[in-house]
């Protein structure tokens, strides 16, 4: 699957900035990579009646994460996560509507009514649960990442450097403030955090030397590392992981039929075959989760 991510399409989506557009996925009638075809009732009856006359679900999705999820050459959503919703799909069935936003607006809109779910590598966090319900399906940590051969980079030091995040991610709202925080107790200088809108910006700003690191998820960390052609390191080791979750509103029959689902895909093998095909296995799990709990 890393053959699809050559140089052209990872240039598409730095290039490219998506606001409000909707497309939709494939029928569920489609197969998925190494899935199944059919509807899982279970799953299915726990949908709220409004997505069952609908038939579809409005997913918000940031495409600037690669390779979690990002733009093909023909500018449509692709990536583990990607795949992975579709084989969800294929268990309730109903379609895919994608609507392209920036990340730090999909919680409001999910609250709001204007989204059914989420889909964009949300870390499951209490302040987080506060605000919607989250349906966990993976695990990641955080990872900075410099320039190649610069001086190494002290993750508990970072004092007075600048650090890039994306806006409205645990890196740049939790993260790094309180590491910023431990700095000025020390009577040293703040760590300046740039946000970017797009992951991608973050990651140009590094190459660019306009930051001393950048500060995101493993997945995409590892993945950016993998396509600079040696121009980019990791810094330190993954830390502070936690699990990924699908928003979905607060109270919402969809949680439930969300985590029937993905327990199907996992069970059939669709979800180990997608991991390993996009070379993301490491943050696997056993079974999906409601805010962090298994029942």
């Given at each position: 699957?890393?053959?699809?991510?050559?140089?052209a399409?990872?240039l598409?989506?730095?290039?490219?900035?998506?606001?409000?557009?909707?497309?939709?996925?494939?029928?569920?009638?489609?197969?998925?990579?190494?899935?199944?075809?059919?509807v899982?009732?279970?799953?299915?009856?726990?949908?709220?009646?409004?997505?069952?006359?609908?038939?579809?679900?409005?997913?918000?999705?940031?495409?600037?994460?690669?390779?979690?999820?990002?733009?093909?050459?023909?500018g449509?959503?692709?990536?583990?996560?990607?795949?992975?919703?579709?084989?969800?799909?294929?268990?309730?069935?109903?379609?895919?509507?994608?609507h392209?936003?920036?990340?730090d607006?999909?919680?409001?809109?999910?609250?709001?009514?204007?989204?059914?779910?989420?889909?964009?590598?949300?870390?499951?966090?209490?302040e987080?649960?506060?605000?919607?319900?989250l349906?966990?399906?993976?695990?990641?940590?955080?990872?900075?990442?410099?320039?190649?051969?610069?001086?190494?980079?002290?993750?508990?030091?970072?004092?007075?450097?600048?650090?890039?995040?994306?806006?409205?991610?645990?890196?740049?709202?939790?993260?790094?403030?309180?590491?910023?925080?431990?700095?000025?107790?020390?009577?040293?200088?703040?760590?300046?955090?740039?946000?970017?809108?797009?992951?991608?910006?973050?990651?140009?700003?590094?190459?660019?030397?306009?930051?001393?690191?950048?500060?995101?998820?493993?997945?995409?960390?590892?993945?950016?590392i993998?396509?600079?052609?040696?121009?980019?390191?990791?810094?330190?080791?993954?830390y502070?992981?936690?699990?990924?979750?699908?928003?979905?509103?607060?109270?919402?029959?969809l949680?439930?039929?969300?985590?029937?689902?993905?327990?199907?895909?996992?069970?059939?093998?669709?979800?180990t075959?997608?991991?390993?095909?996009?070379?993301?296995?490491?943050?696997a799990?056993?079974?999906?989760?409601?805010?962090?709990?298994?029942?």
């Amino acid at each position: 699957m890393f053959a699809k991510l050559k140089a052209a399409a990872v240039l598409m989506i730095l290039a490219t900035v998506v606001s409000g557009c909707a497309s939709s996925s494939p029928s569920p009638n489609n197969t998925p990579t190494g899935g199944v075809s059919f509807v899982d009732p279970v799953a299915r009856k726990a949908l709220p009646k409004s997505v069952i006359a609908s038939g579809k679900l409005r997913v918000g999705i940031d495409t600037s994460y690669p390779p979690n999820e990002f733009l093909d050459a023909g500018g449509n959503p692709v990536g583990w996560e990607v795949e992975l919703m579709h084989a969800i799909s294929l268990r309730l069935g109903v379609n895919l509507e994608y609507h392209q936003v920036s990340f730090d607006t999909i919680i409001p809109a999910v609250q709001a009514g204007n989204l059914d779910m989420g889909l964009s590598s949300f870390f499951d966090t209490a302040e987080r649960q506060k605000l919607v319900d989250l349906v966990d399906y993976y695990s990641a940590g955080i990872l900075w990442v410099q320039k190649t051969g610069e001086p190494s980079l002290d993750i508990s030091n970072a004092c007075g450097l600048a650090i890039a995040a994306q806006k409205g991610t645990f890196e740049s709202d939790t993260d790094l403030p309180a590491k910023s925080a431990a700095c000025v107790a020390q009577n040293k200088p703040a760590i300046e955090i740039k946000q970017y809108v797009l992951q991608t910006d973050a990651t140009d700003a590094l190459r660019l030397g306009r930051v001393s690191a950048f500060a995101a998820d493993s997945p995409v960390s590892l993945f950016a590392i993998k396509e600079s052609a040696g121009q980019l390191t990791a810094v330190g080791k993954t830390y502070s992981t936690l699990d990924y979750g699908i928003p979905v509103k607060k109270g919402s029959g969809l949680r439930l039929a969300l985590k029937l689902a993905i327990k199907k895909v996992m069970q059939d093998g669709t979800y180990t075959k997608i991991l390993d095909s996009w070379g993301v296995t490491a943050g696997a799990v056993d079974s999906p989760k409601i805010n962090g709990m298994g029942n």
